[in-house]
């Protein structure tokens, strides 16, 4: 059996990875990789100076196939665009691993469709940060190290404290309630936000959950001037990808994109759950109870594949009252359906920790009252 070498932490793998990428492969003799020589140590890929830059190398190649869900990338939209950015940006497709940092980097920015300089100030941070994550699943799995060596404990220990927040209340295991605005959640992996059915989010300066998440990840210049309207932007690749744009999805279809300048408050995902039909002019919209449902039970199951398959160690979700803002719904039916779906989830999995909020103390209230009822 395989002695278990210890693991290097997620941020020292972060850091390396960032002066590697600016100076590629052929340089790693020149970069600091403390880090990544530990991780391919405990992974059994080198043992000595001598295989150490062979041994980081196929470690890098097995972390970007694991943000492929463990297939071989290809430079087109059969294989996830994470994975296909991490092996542009750093020189591992064939034939690349001599291109020159500023080449390496613009063709990552073509797999999302953005410039290289919105690739530099938005996705190259999550490419960086989800491929150390990578390395470090697969230094643990061939090493035989339990799970929890890369992961945050689960359960409700996952559910921090929010600043300047009403004391949480408890309705279940695993469910933790707050009254709070959800841009102002910290330290949970994913965010669910509402959207309509043409998953087009609304505007910055609305009141809505949607707005407030589009506001809160955009990332912004020194004056303040939205330069990457990241939630916004990522919805539309993915309309685009799947050949919806200008089109209505099915109710309780769930997308996810990054998490734009909310990475920096610990969120790793947005969740975006369409449940509201436009009606009349469109400035109305109708839900129906049942797709609070399908949606909770779509976002629980598009987080369990991108925990496994992205390698994102993810372990807590947090939503809010879905439907009752211009959805219409009432509270009541809201904080009913949402808690039953989400009880009916963790019984499934009871390793995920789960977030409830809503700005209003008479709403989590509502809450708290429905975890009792029949």
Same mark, same amino acid.
């Given at each position: !059996?395989? +002695? !278990?070498?210890?693991?290097?932490?997620?941020?020292?793998?972060?850091?390396?990875?960032?002066?590697?990428?600016?100076?590629? /492969?052929?340089? #790693?003799?020149?970069?600091?990789?403390? $880090?990544?020589?530990?991780?391919?140590?405990?992974?059994?890929?080198?043992?000595?100076? %001598?295989?150490?830059?062979?041994?980081?190398?196929? #470690?890098?190649?097995?972390?970007?196939?694991?943000?492929?869900?463990?297939?071989?990338?290809?430079?087109?939209? @059969?294989?996830?665009? /994470? =994975?296909?950015?991490?092996?542009?940006?750093?020189?591992?497709?064939?034939?690349?691993?001599?291109?020159?940092? *500023?080449?390496?980097?613009?063709?990552?920015?073509?797999?999302?469709?953005?410039?290289?300089?919105?690739?530099?100030?938005?996705? %190259?941070?999550?490419?960086?940060? %989800?491929?150390?994550?990578?390395?470090?699943?697969?230094?643990?799995?061939?090493?035989?190290?339990?799970?929890? $060596?890369?992961?945050?404990? =689960?359960?409700? +220990?996952?559910?921090?404290?929010?600043?300047?927040?009403?004391?949480?209340?408890?309705?279940?295991?695993?469910?933790?309630?707050? &009254?709070?605005?959800?841009?102002?959640?910290?330290?949970?992996?994913?965010? &669910?936000?509402?959207?309509? *059915?043409?998953?087009? !989010?609304?505007?910055?300066?609305?009141?809505?959950?949607?707005?407030? #998440?589009?506001?809160?990840?955009?990332?912004?210049? $020194?004056?303040?001037?939205?330069?990457?309207?990241?939630?916004?932007?990522?919805?539309?690749?993915?309309?685009?990808?799947?050949?919806?744009?200008? !089109?209505? &999805?099915?109710?309780?279809?769930?997308?996810?994109? @990054?998490?734009?300048?909310?990475?920096?408050?610990?969120?790793?995902?947005?969740?975006?759950?369409?449940?509201?039909?436009? &009606?009349?002019?469109?400035?109305?919209?109708?839900?129906?109870?049942?797709?609070?449902?399908?949606?909770?039970?779509?976002?629980?199951?598009?987080?369990?594949?991108?925990?496994?398959?992205? +390698?994102?160690?993810? @372990? @807590?979700?947090?939503?809010?009252?879905?439907?009752?803002?211009?959805?219409?719904?009432?509270?009541?039916?809201?904080?009913?359906?949402?808690?039953?779906?989400?009880?009916?989830?963790?019984?499934?999995?009871?390793?995920?920790?789960?977030?409830?909020?809503?700005?209003?103390?008479?709403?989590?209230? /509502?809450? *708290?009252? $429905?975890?009792?009822?029949?």
């Amino acid at each position: !059996m395989r +002695s !278990m070498h210890p693991l290097p932490s997620h941020e020292s793998l972060v850091a390396e990875l960032r002066e590697l990428r600016r100076r590629g /492969l052929p340089g #790693l003799r020149h970069c600091t990789r403390d $880090a990544l020589r530990q991780a391919a140590v405990a992974a059994g890929l080198c043992a000595g100076p %001598e295989d150490e830059q062979t041994g980081i190398e196929e #470690l890098l190649g097995a972390a970007v196939r694991r943000l492929a869900g463990g297939r071989p990338v290809r430079d087109d939209d @059969s294989s996830d665009p /994470l =994975a296909r950015a991490a092996a542009h940006s750093f020189g591992i497709f064939p034939a690349r691993r001599g291109v020159p940092g *500023t080449d390496r980097r613009k063709a990552a920015a073509a797999v999302y469709g953005v410039t290289t300089e919105r690739f530099r100030k938005s996705q %190259e941070h999550d490419v960086v940060a %989800e491929l150390a994550a990578a390395v470090l699943t697969v230094a643990r799995q061939a090493s035989g190290q339990p799970s929890d $060596a890369v992961r945050e404990p =689960a359960g409700d +220990s996952v559910v921090r404290a929010v600043p300047a927040v009403a004391r949480p209340a408890r309705p279940g295991a695993g469910i933790t309630v707050r &009254v709070c605005p959800i841009e102002d959640v910290r330290d949970v992996d994913i965010l &669910v936000s509402s959207e309509n *059915t043409y998953l087009e !989010m609304s505007k910055t300066f609305r009141p809505t959950v949607s707005g407030a #998440l589009r506001r809160a990840a955009a990332l912004r210049d $020194a004056q303040g001037e939205i330069v990457d309207d990241v939630l916004s932007r990522e919805l539309g690749v993915w309309l685009r990808t799947h050949g919806r744009t200008g !089109m209505p &999805v099915r109710p309780g279809t769930v997308v996810a994109t @990054s998490s734009g300048a909310l990475a920096a408050q610990g969120v790793r995902r947005i969740h975006h759950a369409a449940i509201a039909t436009p &009606v009349g002019d469109g400035d109305r919209y109708h839900v129906s109870p049942a797709v609070l449902g399908e949606a909770v039970r779509r976002s629980f199951e598009l987080a369990r594949h991108e925990s496994e398959f992205l +390698s994102l160690p993810m @372990s @807590s979700i947090c939503f809010p009252l879905l439907g009752s803002g211009r959805g219409g719904l009432p509270v009541e039916t809201v904080a009913r359906r949402l808690l039953d779906a989400v009880r009916e989830e963790l019984r499934r999995d009871p390793s995920w920790s789960v977030l409830l909020v809503t700005p209003e103390e008479s709403h989590a209230r /509502l809450l *708290t009252a $429905a975890s009792s009822g029949p």
